[in-house]
């Protein structure tokens, strides 16, 4: 009777682990599988998606301006 009582905790336990994992790492996995699942799509086209590119080509900077990189910089005096 030990055993089986040893293998219910377990599983319990194993049980309990995965949906905390789930419940805690919900957006990133939620992503994963969306990316699989575009990815093992026969009829997914990666030049049809519009979103992406147009995050890949953003400035990573978007307040950055070429007045601001243009300024003379203030030189500071170091104690």
Avoid: Q
Wanted: aromatic share 4%.
């Amino acid at each position: 009777m030990g055993a089986v009582t040893t293998a219910l905790i377990a599983i319990a336990a194993v049980a309990l682990g995965w949906c905390t994992i789930e419940i805690a790492c919900k957006p990133c996995l939620e992503k994963g599988r969306e990316a699989i699942d575009r990815n093992l799509n026969p009829n997914y086209d990666p030049d049809d998606d519009i979103d992406t590119a147009a995050t890949v080509r953003a400035p990573l900077n978007p307040d950055y301006s070429e007045a601001a990189a243009a300024a003379p910089s203030t030189v500071v005096k170091a104690v």
